[in-house]
């Protein structure tokens, strides 16, 4: 679940200088774009050029106890990001080459942010994407559709993943399948309790069916 994808950073630093982004227009604008960018654009994928710097704690919780809290602070302009966790503090600079040192706390941060702003993903990383079809979701059982994003089986921290997102007719993801490249592992969870942060819709809590796993994000600012 973990990509290290080098699209990611570009697409940041493509995102950050270029104006015409600012040119973009709503899915209501433009019924022409495709579902994967209407699903980005409807979660404020425009606005993203305009921030500065995001900080959030990353939670997960598993029958009511806490098993991960990450406190993380990004600097968008420069991709300078620190990791408070465990009252250790750890920073680094996001580059083509990482130092084997800088892994740890690498892997954890394309992890959480992962979570954080996946529908910008659908347009930053070399995904590829099922064309949508009418689904029954696995949790709330009820018909929506359904788009496959599916990774490459070569680079990444956990290359070939895949999920099926679930999302309503306002192109809002409302529940997805994580699937791993090897067949062993398979988690459905919610997408709920999204707020708004400039602009910036995120889903602050992900659920399972029994409630028994619970990842959640707090303390989220957006500058």
């Given at each position: 679940m973990k990509k290290l994808l080098l699209t990611f950073l570009a697409g940041i630093a493509l995102i950050s200088c270029n104006e015409d982004k600012k040119k973009e227009v709503t899915p209501e604008e433009n019924p022409n774009l495709d579902v994967h960018e209407k699903i980005a654009m409807v979660n404020g994928f425009k606005e993203f050029d305009s921030i500065k710097k995001i900080k959030f704690t990353f939670n997960v919780k598993v029958n009511d106890s806490i098993?991960?809290?990450?406190?993380?602070?990004?600097?968008?302009?420069?991709?300078?990001?620190?990791?408070?966790?465990?009252?250790?503090?750890?920073?680094?600079?996001?580059?083509?080459?990482?130092?084997?040192?800088?892994?740890?706390?690498?892997?954890?941060?394309?992890?959480?942010?992962?979570?954080?702003?996946?529908?910008?993903?659908?347009?930053?990383?070399?995904?590829?994407?099922?064309?949508?079809?009418?689904?029954?979701?696995?949790?709330?059982?009820?018909?929506?559709?359904?788009?496959?994003?599916?990774?490459?089986?070569?680079?990444?921290?956990?290359?070939?993943?895949?999920?099926?997102?679930?999302?309503?007719?306002?192109?809002?993801?409302?529940?997805?399948?994580?699937?791993?490249?090897?067949?062993?592992?398979?988690?459905?969870?919610?997408?709920?309790?999204?707020?708004?942060f400039k602009g910036i819709k995120i889903a602050t809590m992900h659920k399972s069916k029994d409630d028994s796993f619970e990842l959640f994000f707090d303390d989220i600012t957006v500058e």
């Open positions: 098993r991960s809290e990450r406190r993380w602070n990004w600097n968008v302009g420069t991709n300078k990001i620190s990791l408070t966790e465990n009252d250790s503090v750890m920073s680094y600079t996001r580059k083509d080459s990482l130092a084997e040192n800088k892994k740890y706390i690498d892997q954890r941060f394309v992890n959480d942010s992962y979570w954080l702003l996946f529908p910008f993903q659908l347009k930053w990383s070399l995904a590829d994407l099922s064309e949508p079809k009418k689904a029954t979701a696995p949790i709330s059982g009820d018909e929506m559709q359904m788009l496959t994003v599916s990774y490459p089986k070569d680079g990444g921290y956990t290359p070939g993943d895949s999920y099926d997102i679930y999302f309503d007719d306002e192109f809002m993801i409302r529940e997805w399948v994580y699937k791993s490249s090897d067949g062993g592992r398979e988690m459905a969870t919610t997408w709920e309790d999204y707020k708004d």
